[in-house]
């Protein structure tokens, strides 16, 4: 009798997890230091605050290109991977790294020779003590972005190969310098905003340098070149841009919406900035698991792509986006029951408290339902390759319905920030309904980056 063959899966359940869960654990990190952060920012003063925030406001955009440039990367080494030809994984390994560095430094550059630029046209007509202290952090913080690029590469390659532990633990370092150097020259030394600054930059130069020591290990499946000496393979770089190109656009078009957005919101008066700020802190809490396992698709289907197993990609692409609904769901739950203490916290008034429960209420039913079609089946189509038509959706959803229809329902419909977030969900729903038929129709499967 002749038994049937066993299928041979690329990624076990066990494998999976592991993946998975230091994603999700350096991703509550990152957001739970940011908390701290902002609580110990708010001790030096508000003008501290708002300057810290401008700046940081600006250095999001670097940050998501970076990601996004290392995505780029991620995909085509995981799918040299898939094909089994380690040696091209590692040499697009390798140029990544040099070329986001290349950029990073060319970045630093423009943002000091553009330092007046930014803080007088950028950020507009700011009191003198705003001006003052974003100048100060500006400075200091800028110095990071090579330290902050290189980390994001690292971080990139190690989870190409399936590796999430070794990015977990050096950005669990990063945090702890960050927090920990905040604590000591705010309360300790009661310095200013450089109390916030210094620590930043340290933090980032440590898991920059620290996390390309780890990836020069040749004895790593993915592994950098022990060398200095820098030869750019302009084809690897073609591919990996065309990539992290439309990834970049993407997340850049993404964060400039938000802020266009704000400043509607700085419109509608005190209790409804307050009540966006809060809601913006738990929203990112509630969305959390799916962030992390978005990564994680991005591993897993470009090794399938690579391998030409394109049941596996659909088989994986079904299998993480059901536990990313798993994840979303666990989480908005505990939310939703924690949320009277949440709202207590933070002493809200009654009018702000009643509004932060209203958009939180339609954000977790939302995220519960819609989030995980619109942002996690996007990391399949860019782990295929497919990134410009993932690239052209997002930007023609941001702009037609998360920034439009912000201003008709926020403004003109009197729905005020309530109405914004109800137009970031039309954004959503747009996004989904256009992602589902771009992967139904299998086009992304003729979009192979290698």
């Not at 994986?316 to 709202?343: R, S």
């Amino acid at each position: 009798m002749i038994q049937k063959k066993e299928r041979r899966y690329l990624f076990d359940d066990k494998q999976l997890a592991v993946l998975i869960i230091p994603l999700i654990i350096e991703q509550f990190l990152a957001v739970l230091v940011g908390m701290a952060d902002s609580i110990m920012i708010a001790n030096v003063g508000e003008a501290a605050v708002s300057g810290v925030s401008l700046v940081d406001n600006i250095m999001v955009l670097f940050i998501n290109a970076f990601s996004a440039l290392a995505a780029g990367g991620a995909v085509i080494s995981g799918q040299y991977l898939g094909q089994k030809d380690e040696k091209q994984a590692c040499r697009a390994s390798t140029q990544i790294v040099w070329f986001v560095t290349f950029v990073a430094f060319f970045l630093m550059a423009v943002i000091y020779f553009g330092k007046w630029f930014i803080l007088h046209v950028v950020f507009g007509s700011i009191d003198a003590d705003v001006m003052r202290h974003a100048n100060r952090y500006l400075l200091i913080v800028t110095a990071s972005i090579p330290f902050l690029a290189l980390y994001n590469a690292g971080a990139a390659i190690f989870r190409a190969m399936g590796d999430s532990k070794a990015p977990m633990k050096v950005s669990i370092l990063m945090n702890l310098i960050n927090v920990t150097g905040n604590a000591v020259l705010i309360y300790g030394f009661h310095c200013g905003t450089e109390g916030v600054a210094i620590p930043t930059l340290l933090s980032r130069m440590t898991a920059g340098i620290l996390i390309i020591a780890l990836l020069v290990n040749q004895k790593l499946r993915l592994h950098i070149e022990s060398t200095l000496q820098y030869r750019p393979d302009r084809r690897m770089i073609r591919r990996i841009l065309s990539i992290g190109v439309p990834n970049g656009l993407e997340n850049s078009m993404f964060q400039l919406g938000k802020i266009l957005v704000l400043s509607l919101v700085f419109s509608f008066g005190t209790y409804a900035i307050a009540a966006n700020a809060v809601c913006n802190v738990i929203a990112m809490f509630e969305i959390l698991p799916g962030v992390a396992v978005n990564l994680a698709i991005t591993t897993v289907i470009a090794r399938c792509v690579g391998a030409d197993m394109y049941d596996q990609a659909r088989y994986y692409t079904k299998k993480l986006i059901f536990i990313t609904y798993a994840g979303i769901w666990l989480m908005n739950i505990v939310i939703v029951f924690l949320l009277p203490v949440i709202v207590r916290v933070y002493h809200l008034s009654d009018i702000t408290s009643d509004l932060t429960r209203q958009i939180i209420y339609l954000h977790t039913i939302s995220s519960m339902l819609i989030w995980p079609i619109s942002f996690s089946l996007p990391s399949t189509l860019r782990a295929a390759g497919d990134a410009q038509v993932t690239m052209y959706i997002s930007m023609i959803s941001m702009w037609l319905f998360r920034i439009v229809f912000s201003y008709i329902l926020g403004k003109y419909f009197g729905l005020g920030v309530f109405g914004v977030w109800v137009a970031m969900i039309i954004d959503w729903c747009f996004r989904a309904i256009c992602m589902t038929i771009r992967y139904r129709s299998g086009r992304w499967m003729l979009k192979k980056a290698v």
